[in-house]
């Protein structure tokens, strides 16, 4: 089955600085999203992406965030200055056109924000 | 977007069916209602997805009454690797991807 590739599986970061979070969705897949999960909580969503533009955002997607899809291939999630309550996991996921098409998740990155 | 309730955690022992109940009286009719399983540290994995009655994969089936209020995930003879949280998520072609997951049931399975 395809996969969704994450990078780096674990970040390590001082408190305000930019991290970049790393995703490599399924080829022919349109839609992206990032969602988080703080330790124990909920699976929350933070964007989608499609044709090269944010299509929704969650209120916890500030201005500290920004996605980007640089390549055909790479779709990166920034975060400008780094808060501890930013520490998360962080997941990538993707899908076809088709709305009923089910989603497929990478397997994260482990965000921990010191 | 078409609130979820489902139990939080429910116990089964091996070779046993499992069946998790989801309810979302709020559903509209474009919506479908798709499971996702998530073990520890690791990204849900979508395991099926129904829109009305029955649908079966080679991992479970999804029971959906005629009003679509509520869904019935079952897991034919779980083992312990079935042991993980099982999401029920409700959505359509609008909002696909675009929610935040429910509290989800987690699936305890003993020997």
């Known amino acids: 089955e395809p996969e969704v590739t994450q990078t780096p599986s674990h970040q390590v970061t001082q408190m305000g600085q930019e991290v970049i979070l790393r995703c490599v969705p399924i080829?022919?897949?349109?839609?992206f999203y990032w969602y988080r999960q703080i330790l124990g909580q909920k699976v929350e969503f933070l964007v989608s992406?499609?044709?090269?533009?944010?299509?929704?955002k969650s209120e916890i997607f500030d201005d500290q965030f920004s996605v980007e899809r640089p390549d055909g291939s790479n779709f990166t999630l920034k975060i400008r200055s780094t808060k501890l309550e930013d520490s998360a996991m962080y997941f990538c996921?993707?899908?076809?056109?088709?709305?009923?098409?089910?989603?497929?998740f990478g397997s994260g990155t482990q965000l921990s924000v010191l | 977007l078409a609130k979820t309730t489902q139990p939080i955690s429910m116990d089964s022992y091996e070779g046993q069916e499992v069946n998790i109940t989801c309810s979302h009286n709020?559903?509209?009719?474009?919506?479908?209602i798709t499971w996702y399983q998530q073990f520890p540290s690791q990204g849900p994995r979508f395991i099926i997805q129904?829109?009305?009655t029955k649908v079966t994969n080679e991992v479970a089936s999804l029971f959906i009454p005629a009003d679509r209020k509520s869904s019935t995930l079952s897991l034919p003879r779980v083992s312990l690797s079935d042991t993980a949280v099982y999401y029920c998520l409700v959505g359509s072609n609008t909002n696909a991807g675009k929610s935040t997951f429910g509290d989800g049931t987690t699936l305890t399975v003993k020997p």
């Open positions: 080829s022919n897949h349109l839609y």
């Open positions: 129904g829109y009305k």
């Open positions: 992406f499609y044709n090269n533009e944010i299509s929704e």
């Open positions: 996921a993707s899908r076809n056109r088709d709305p009923s098409e089910k989603l497929f």
């Open positions: 709020n559903i509209a009719t474009n919506d479908y």
